[in-house]
């Protein structure tokens, strides 16, 4: 699978942000694609997944209601919507794809995209 983000800007406090992933390759009833983030200093985080078959999605705790994720296997992407974006959010966005179901761990994810940056000014 090839992964290919886009989507990261500057943005205020307060902003949204939509990013996708085009993807490529073959798919499984198994694979999850995953979005993740990573800021300066700081170990990579998990923000959400999505199962590519059932659409059924999984968010870090204190991500849900905030940030919203989506698939789209007419187009092969998998989009993260980011609302009320803060300070704190600014980070290299992730994209990233495993065959082995769902999963919060980086380490468990065998493909990945090149990142997009996102950074929210206050």
């Known amino acids: 699978v090839q992964l290919q983000a886009s989507g990261g800007g500057l943005v205020q406090a307060g902003g949204s942000l939509r990013l996708s992933c085009a993807a490529s390759g073959r798919t499984s009833s198994s694979t999850f694609m995953g979005w993740f983030r990573q800021a300066p200093g700081k170990e990579r985080e998990f923000v959400a997944a999505v199962s590519w078959s059932t659409g059924t999605t999984y968010y870090k705790d204190s991500m849900k209601g905030t940030f919203t994720i989506s698939r789209d296997n007419a187009k092969n992407t998998v989009d993260l919507q980011l609302n009320n974006l803060q300070p704190e959010d600014t980070a290299i966005y992730y994209c990233?794809?495993?065959?082995?179901?769902?999963?919060?761990?980086?380490?468990?994810?065998?493909?990945w995209g090149q990142g997009t940056l996102v950074t929210v000014s206050s």
């Open positions: 990233a794809a495993t065959y082995r179901g769902y999963a919060n761990d980086p380490k468990r994810y065998d493909y």
